[in-house]
């Protein structure tokens, strides 16, 4: 008689550890022996240490040294001109020297000097991205000041990310260029990698607009994120996408409700672009749900259906599910209904 009961036991281990094995998240990979530094490159202080008598004689090594950044940080992101300009250097010289911007610069240099978790935190997520794409270059990642006016872009190789839209919550120049209470909560140093990584992935797996309508941006979004959390595996999902705790709580105990909603009102499959920004974009709230969800809400929803889709598919690489360009079929193969 005992051994059924030994061959019982050895079906119920079998059986759990088959369990564990199905239940394991794919995202969390070791990266112990991965090493991949990405400075997180000091432009704005590059641009500060040169003397004022010798800005005509920098501008070259500037482009020789920072390429197609360089061009696209003075046409699009402080809007002077092309470096070829001839008053180039003049209007260089008035927004180094604007005292609101030296302010800024200032401000910016004291809390990223004393915040060392940005500098660790670009490190970790691109030894996961180094794991996940292990032939690929890494890129730069090159800190500026905008004077408020672009947070990030990408251009070639180089993710550009602008320092004083993460000067901190209590930050006073938010609160005199009212700044709208929704989006300070975000605007921490803390939060530049992941946003960085997000432009990264944006640069790797742009939107396919051949069909554009809000099941497809919704899905979109949802791999962007996706990539994000395979950066970044530890993170909660109010940490990834910058919900506050009850936002969270609102989209887990309301996912159901939300994805009835979009379909019974026909929104799912909406080319309207103002349906697409109520529901993709920031905001206080979306509007299509109740005062207490966050914006964005339906692209944590977005992000339901890839992690379903990557998990009834784990043989896939992470790059071979972002690479998909029609969203119709990772909600099919998602099979999602919450």
Request: aromatic share 12%; with cysteine; proline share 7%.
């Amino acid at each position: 008689m005992p051994r059924p009961v030994q061959d019982a036991g050895i079906f119920l281990l079998f059986a759990v550890l088959l369990f564990a094995s199905c239940r394991r998240d794919p995202l969390e990979v070791s990266v112990g022996g991965i090493r991949a530094d990405v400075p997180l490159e000091r432009f704005d202080s590059r641009l500060l240490a040169i003397a004022p008598d010798s800005l005509d004689q920098s501008v070259g090594s500037l482009y020789r040294e920072f390429g197609d950044f360089f061009d696209v940080f003075n046409v699009h992101v402080i809007r002077i001109g092309p470096a070829s300009t001839r008053n180039y250097s003049s209007y260089l010289s008035m927004f180094l020297n604007d005292p609101l911007n030296r302010e800024v610069f200032a401000y910016a240099d004291s809390v990223f000097s004393r915040v060392p978790g940005v500098q660790e935190g670009l490190n970790d997520g691109f030894r996961h991205y180094a794991y996940h794409y292990p032939d690929s270059v890494l890129p730069r990642v090159i800190a500026y000041v905008s004077g408020f006016n672009q947070g990030l872009f990408t251009v070639g190789r180089t993710v550009g990310v602008g320092l004083d839209q993460y000067l901190g919550a209590d930050c006073p120049f938010y609160r005199e260029l009212g700044t709208p209470e929704y989006l300070l909560h975000n605007k921490t140093p803390e939060r530049l990698p992941v946003d960085a990584m997000l432009a990264w992935g944006t640069q790797l797996y742009p939107y396919n607009d051949s069909v554009d309508h809000v099941l497809n941006r919704m899905i979109h979004q949802g791999m962007l994120w996706y990539f994000v959390e395979a950066m970044y595996p530890g993170l909660s999902d109010e940490e990834l996408l910058g919900f506050t705790p009850e936002q969270m709580r609102w989209c887990t105990n309301n996912e159901k409700h939300m994805w009835t909603h979009l379909v019974e009102d026909k929104l799912l499959f909406s080319s309207d672009p103002l349906a697409i920004r109520k529901l993709i974009e920031e905001a206080p709230h979306t509007s299509y749900f109740t005062p207490e969800s966050p914006g964005r809400a339906a692209v944590w929803q977005g992000l339901q259906i890839v992690r379903e889709y990557a998990r009834r598919n784990p043989g896939m690489s992470l790059d071979r599910i972002l690479s998909q360009r029609e969203y119709s079929e990772i909600l099919r193969g998602s099979r999602y209904n919450p």
